[in-house]
């Protein structure tokens, strides 16, 4: 499933065709994909001005002049494709060409700006939901998360803070979206291996006995920043079914340093250890015993 910074990058890539225009059409051409649509799902939207585009940990969410908000989830293989005239712009050194089968276009948006935006989900564990934004604060799939890993309110005291007594792992902690929100299984590997800390330590050693953030907190903050950071930089990861709306590949991929590298040598200047896999809670974890403690 994307991952924060997949998410990310497709909320930049929607942002010059859909902020700011009008959805002069809307049409849903299923009744369903992970839960049915609201039965006024198309007319809610159709004539309303996208006014802003934003995300909440893997969440986009369209603000409309309405009042109402759009959400919108990727789920495992959904994809946005901006399709200007007869053909979707697909710049990139890196260029995949997209799916030809457009039986899986299950949304389009006819933009003011000119664009025809389309939501493609051959898998259909994405979803779409129309609310008020004065109702934000109750919406179900929002209530509870905790703070973005990019905004201001995430340091190493909020971390310690969420994660003191907990006798659960480091990274089943990370996992936890009341703790952190948009972190998964990819870029959590990523942060411990740059932050140097197990992924089976005690999710608690990062306070100390008065609940203040250990040095560990604060390596972890400042590693699960610059991995994101990189990540949305590069494009995101593109794994699986992921593409950036101009259907090219994402580029970071190519740059993990512990994710599906099992055998490989570590990249820890200095570390003699091997990048092992094991599995915890479900998930594949990929980490260096040799570094990171």
Known sequence: MPELPEVETV???????????RIDRAVANRGDLRFSFQPDFAARLTGQTITGLG????????DLSSGDVLLMHLGMSGSFRVVNGAAATTPGEFHHPR???????????????????????PRRFGFMKIFPRATIEDEPHLKGLG??????AFDAKMLARACAGK????????????????????????ALWRAHLSPKRKASTLADRKGAPTDRA???????????GD????????LRDHRQ????????????????????????????????RFVQNGRSTFWCGGCQK
């Open 11 to 21: 909320r930049l890539g929607l942002q010059p065709a859909m902020e700011g225009f």
């Open 55 to 62: 995300r909440r940990a893997k969440y986009l969410l369209a």
């Open 99 to 121: 799916s030809e089968d457009r039986t899986h276009d299950h949304v389009v948006f006819e933009m003011s700006s000119g664009a025809r935006v389309i939501f493609n989900d």
């Open 147 to 152: 703070p973005e890993p990019l905004g201001n």
């Open 167 to 190: 006798q659960t792992s480091l990274k089943a902690a990370l996992l936890d979206q009341r703790v952190v929100a948009g972190l998964g299984n990819i870029y959590v590997c990523e």
């Open 218 to 228: 604060g390596r972890l903050v400042d590693a699960i920043r610059a991995v994101l």
């Open 231 to 238: 990540a949305i930089k590069a494009g995101g990861s593109s």
């Open 245 to 276: 709306t101009s259907g090219e590949l994402g580029y970071f991929q190519h740059s993990f340093a512990v994710y599906d590298r099992e055998d490989e040598r570590c990249r820890t200047p200095g570390c003699n250890g091997t990048v092992k």
